[in-house]
T-cell receptor
Framework: AQSVTQLGSHVSVSEGALVLLRCNYS??????LFWYVQYPNQGLQLLLK??????LVKGINGFEAEFKKSETSFHLTKPSAHMSDAAEYFC????????????FGTGTRLKVLA | GAGVSQSPRYKVAKRGQDVALRCDPI?????LFWYQQALGQGPEFLTY????????KSGLPSDRFFAERPEGSVSTLKIQRTQQEDSAVYLC???????????????FGEGSRLTVL
């Protein structure tokens, strides 16, 4: 069964600093991986997804993530944090063996300090 | 609007009452998911529809939970005899693709926040 683990339920960074949100996955088959962002009182929206093409995936708002099979990781990064990046971020996995479920992590709340 | 619409946004129910939560997916989207998000947690899968067919209901926590999508568009999640542990945000998401074959983007609604007193 597929699963994801997000290390750190809360992360604080200064404005302009590097953002690094960690996600490790567990899957017996090559997975599809996603990062979603949730702003207060809004639905989740897709930041980026990995579907076995390029291992470095670029998303919206300057975010990117790198799929590392050897480390079973899919960490989310952004070179320079903006105040508007403050939100909750969820990593998700979907198996590629016919399962229909998108399995989400517990989320990381990002706080950006002025 | 063009997005996924959920209603009601907020629902307060007394323990034992039945509730119905509605989801209007994006027109033409084949896949529809229901998720439950408890406070401070990630979304937990409840059920999946491909058009009108409910292909996976393994996440429904008990037989008090029932979901339908009779015409392959609007979906309703019904919770009978609500309990306090049912308090959560219920998220609906839709996708253009058939899940499992293509990693389609999920488009989420804003959720229905259920509070059971």
């Amino acid at each position: 069964a597929q699963s994801v683990t997000q290390l750190g339920s809360h992360v604080s960074v200064s404005e302009g600093a590097l953002v690094l949100l960690r996600c490790n996955y567990s899957s017996s088959v090559p997975p599809y991986l996603f990062w979603y962002v949730q702003y207060p009182n809004q639905g989740l929206q897709l930041l980026l997804k990995y579907t076995s093409a390029a291992t470095l995936v670029k998303g919206i708002n300057g975010f990117e993530a790198e799929f590392k099979k050897s480390e079973t990781s899919f960490h989310l990064t952004k070179p320079s944090a903006h105040m508007s990046d403050a939100a909750e971020y969820f990593c998700a996995v979907m198996g590629t063996s016919g399962t229909y479920k998108y399995i989400f992590g517990t989320g990381t709340r990002l706080k950006v300090l002025a | 609007g063009a997005g996924v619409s959920q209603s009601p946004r907020y629902k307060v129910a007394k323990r034992g009452q039945d509730v119905a939560l509605r989801c209007d997916p994006i027109s033409g989207h084949v896949s529809l998911f229901w998720y439950q998000q408890a406070l401070g947690q990630g979304p937990e899968f409840l059920t999946y529809f491909q058009n009108e067919a409910q292909l996976d209901k393994s996440g429904l926590p008990s037989d008090r939970f029932f979901a339908e999508r009779p015409e392959g568009s609007v979906s309703t999640l019904k919770i009978q005899r609500t309990q306090q542990e049912d308090s959560a945000v219920y998220l609906c998401a839709s996708s253009l693709e058939r899940s499992g074959r293509v990693a389609g983007e999920l488009f989420f609604g804003e959720g229905s926040r259920l509070t059971v007193l």
